[in-house]
């Protein structure tokens, strides 16, 4: 549906984004992650064709945007960061003048416009001048206008920024539900807003992908040092150093409190120590209480992932999108 | 088309929610109204040679000065505004060309531009209630604003296209409008007359005086036009750069 490949653009020299590529496929909402100034912004203009990339190519819904951006855009809903409409306008007029510029045929205008109004709860202003709105109503007046020529895809640039928290909840809910008959491309930089919306993620850091998958398995791929709490009941203060002989631990710490002992356990990476501390336990005759894995949260991937120098870690190839397929092995648009 | 027609629309009428609009239309009326009145005036003293009124109404340099200013302030928030606000991108990511946009917008505001005209025809109508008036060169008087008022615009189109700030845009605007008049005054201080001759074909007044005396020369309507569309590509250049910087 949606197609970027080996993206690049550079303002006078200065790279802003190097060698992006990813697909979303239809149906599927991809957030793009990143802290401010990683290049968000600047590769979805370069999707909506807004910005001429300096190498790379765009494909929206199998037209390739360079060439023929007129068709291209016409399978495409923008919502802009910086949010600009017209104040001047009444909330109906603009929505209908963003169809007409969409080429919606006069005779369906009006239809269009009641039920992009009526999706984005803004059809009880419909007849206010925007300029007197609320800085949320607004964002959903700028979201109507997006689809109101009800787009293939959907690109919104950080769609939720400057709202309160009820509206938030309404526009998350809103886009999981345009998801039925949008590709969405969404960027933030709200890490719970990814996890509830998204279903793919895509991290963005200076202008490369440094990780893409679902909420899940980057959290999954990213947990470097898998850790599990054991809880014992009694004292048994042989415990960690019974453990740390299981292959896979790396490390364990023991605090005995209260008849129960506590070992905190970190494994090498991708090892699963469940299982062999649960039989271990069995042998030795110790009763389990508690066995549980400590994931490593969203939040704790990100600050890991933006605060480093993504050359420097093995393992993660910048650019490299391990779900989605890559463009050389590709099963779907032809190029 | 459905494109073109919107984004027209939408700027035409956008003068009429404005400040700006008004401030402009009421003070075109008390300047052109004023120039009636003094024409009015001068006509009705003995000493003055015969003329026709209305022909004088549309060459004389002080409205047409006023004019060329009130171009530039028409024109001047076109593309500007929608830069600094930010509004471009959703109009340049819709299903619409640069070119669809600059002349869309040009037209909107040549719109607005012809509208101030609309109740001056309120003075030939005085003039042929009390006297006389034939309508033959009025007509080709307002052909000759209209032409010479898309000139104005097309320039401030262009340099609207330039900056992202209005005040910046208006006095680009205005040194642009006041070059393609003063061009074909120079003639006056040229020594050659072949030079003379060229630059008459570009001298602004002598195109007002020949519509103004009804002689609708297709030249000058084609130095018009060019003109327009020459500004118009500029415009559209300079919007198509913004993607690539």
Redesign the interface.
């Known amino acids: 549906m949606l197609e970027v490949q080996g993206l690049s653009k550079s303002f006078y020299g200065t790279p802003a984004v190097t060698d992006v590529s990813f697909r979303v496929e239809s149906g599927e909402i991809l957030g793009f992650l990143g802290p401010n100034g990683a290049g968000k912004t600047t590769t979805m203009r370069m999707i909506t064709g807004f910005l001429a990339p300096t190498a790379g190519r765009v494909t929206l819904a199998d037209v390739d945007v360079a060439r023929k951006p007129l068709l291209a855009k016409r399978a495409l809903g923008y919502l802009p960061e910086t949010l600009a409409l017209y104040p001047e306008m009444r909330v109906r007029e603009y929505v209908a003048f963003r169809a007409q510029l969409c080429g919606v045929p006069g005779r369906d205008v009006k239809a269009r416009v009641d039920e992009a109004l009526g999706k984005c709860f803004v059809d009880d202003v419909a007849s206010k001048p925007i300029g007197n709105l609320s800085k949320g109503y607004r964002q959903r007046v700028g979201l109507a206008g997006a689809l109101v020529h009800k787009p293939k895809v959907l690109v919104l640039d950080e769609p939720t920024v400057g709202l309160d928290p009820q509206q938030i909840v309404k526009v998350r809910a809103l886009i999981r539900d345009l998801r039925k008959d949008h590709t969405i491309l969404l960027s933030t930089h709200i890490l719970p807003e990814v996890e509830l919306v998204c279903d793919r993620i895509l991290i963005i850091d200076k202008g490369r992908i440094v990780a893409s998958g679902t909420p899940e398995t980057l959290r999954h791929q990213m947990s470097q040092t898998p850790s599990v709490t054991v809880a014992l009941k009694g004292e048994v203060p042989e415990a960690d150093l019974v453990f740390r002989q299981l292959p896979g631990v790396a490390a364990a710490s023991r605090i005995g409190a209260g008849g129960e002992t506590r070992v905190t356990l970190d494994g090498v990476p991708g090892a699963d120590l469940r299982e062999s501390i649960f039989k271990e336990s069995v042998t030795r005759g110790w009763t389990l209480l508690e066995l549980s894995p400590r994931e490593a949260s969203l939040e704790d991937v990100f600050v890991r992932l933006v605060s480093r120098d993504a050359a420097a870690e093995p393992g993660l190839e910048p650019g490299v999108d391990p779900d989605a397929p890559t463009p050389a092995a590709g099963t779907g648009v032809p190029s | 088309m459905?494109?073109f027609?919107?984004?027209l629309r939408?700027e035409f009428f956008?003068y009429f929610?404005?400040p700006l609009g008004y401030l402009v239309l009421t003070s075109f009326l008390l300047v052109s109204g004023w120039v009636f009145m003094v024409l009015v005036g001068a006509l009705n003293s003995p000493e003055t040679p015969r003329m026709a009124l209305m022909s004088t109404f549309f060459t004389n340099v002080f409205q047409w000065i006023f004019l060329m200013l009130v171009s530039a302030i028409i024109a001047m928030r076109l593309l500007t505004e929608e830069r600094k606000?930010?509004?471009i991108?959703?109009?340049?990511?819709?299903?619409?060309?640069e070119a669809t946009v600059v002349a869309a917008k040009f037209t909107g505001a040549w719109c607005f531009f012809l509208f101030l005209f609309v109740p001056t025809a309120i003075y030939p109508l005085l003039l042929s209630r009390f006297g006389g008036l034939d309508l033959g060169p009025v007509l080709s008087g307002y052909l000759g604003i209209a032409l010479i008022g898309a000139l104005f615009i097309s320039a401030g189109t262009f340099a609207s296209s330039l900056t992202k700030n209005q005040i910046v845009a208006a006095i680009l605007a205005f040194v642009l409008i006041l070059g393609t008049f003063i061009i074909g005054v120079a003639r006056d201080f040229l020594p050659f007359p072949e030079a003379r001759d060229a630059l008459s074909y570009l001298n602004i007044l002598e195109h007002m005086d020949d519509f103004a005396r009804g002689i609708v020369d297709t030249r000058r309507i084609l130095y018009v036009v060019s003109t327009v569309v020459f500004f118009l590509f500029l415009s559209t250049r300079a919007l198509e750069a913004n993607?690539?910087?």
Request: proline share 4%; aromatic share 0%.
């Open positions: 459905r494109a027609v919107a984004i939408r956008s929610v404005s606000s930010g509004s991108e959703t109009l340049l990511t819709a299903p619409v060309s993607k690539g910087r």
